[in-house]
């Protein structure tokens, strides 16, 4: 099945480390983005690319990297300098009229 | 920042129409209003999107007013599976080089039995 894949599904890590979440599509789509959602809250734009070896920044992108080496991959790492990390986190790729969406990552740092 | 208004939260009863309204009383010539729905804990879903004209889908259907600083999502015969979180979003199209999607808090209706 075509689609986006995000994994893991939940993620604990230790404060002070650095993670990385995956981000994976096969729909051949420019465009990714990486979204984060708090309990109760809308989503907020982290990074977002639209062509492979480009990204730009999004609403709160302090503390957070990405990298597009590949059309397919998208991953987000979220560095020691991210002052909240603990939250829901979301990827997207757009075909140009509409966006699809992973399932999620949730993220507990302890 | 999000360019759309929404209620925080709506019901309605099963198997009636709800409809969701959405302000977007700053939306530029080239932008569209996109509806995307979000059930608790999973990503979001498409729903409809449209530009000036009127559009229905197997999904919804999407009124835009005349002067497109307004729009209102209907589901037709609303279902407990409906409920969710609605968000009304305004983006340029592909071709415009600021495309993003920005979302805001949008509108969490709950389908009554």
């Known amino acids: 099945d075509g689609g986006i894949t995000q994994s893991p599904k939940y993620l604990f890590r230790k404060e002070g480390q650095n993670v990385t979440l995956s981000c994976e599509q096969n729909?051949?789509?420019?465009?990714m983005y990486w979204y984060r959602q708090d309990p109760g809250q809308g989503l907020r734009l982290i990074y977002y690319?639209?062509?492979?070896?480009?990204?730009q920044k999004g609403d709160i992108a302090e503390g957070y990297s990405v990298s597009r080496e590949k059309k397919e991959s998208f991953p987000l790492t979220v560095t020691s300098a991210q002052k909240n990390p603990t939250a829901f986190y979301l990827c997207?790729?757009?075909?140009?009229?509409?966006?699809?969406f992973g399932q999620g990552t949730r993220l507990t740092v302890v | 920042d999000a360019k759309t208004t929404q209620p925080p939260s709506m019901d309605c009863a099963e198997g009636r129409a709800a409809n969701l309204p959405c302000n977007h009383s700053?939306?530029?010539?080239?932008?569209?209003v996109y509806w995307y729905r979000q059930i608790h804990s999973q990503g979001p879903q498409y729903i409809i999107h449209g530009l000036k004209n009127n559009e229905t889908n197997e999904m919804a259907s999407l009124i835009i007013t005349e002067d497109r600083k307004s729009s209102t999502l209907i589901l037709p015969h609303a279902t407990l599976r409906d409920t969710a979180v609605y968000y009304c979003i305004v983006s340029p199209s592909w071709e415009d080089s600021s495309y993003k999607l920005i979302f805001g808090s949008g509108t969490r209706l709950l389908v009554r039995p």
């Open positions: 700053t939306i530029s010539g080239n932008e569209y």
């Open positions: 997207a790729s757009n075909s140009g009229t509409k966006a699809f």
């Open positions: 690319s639209q062509i492979v070896n480009d990204f």
């Open positions: 729909l051949n789509h420019d465009a």
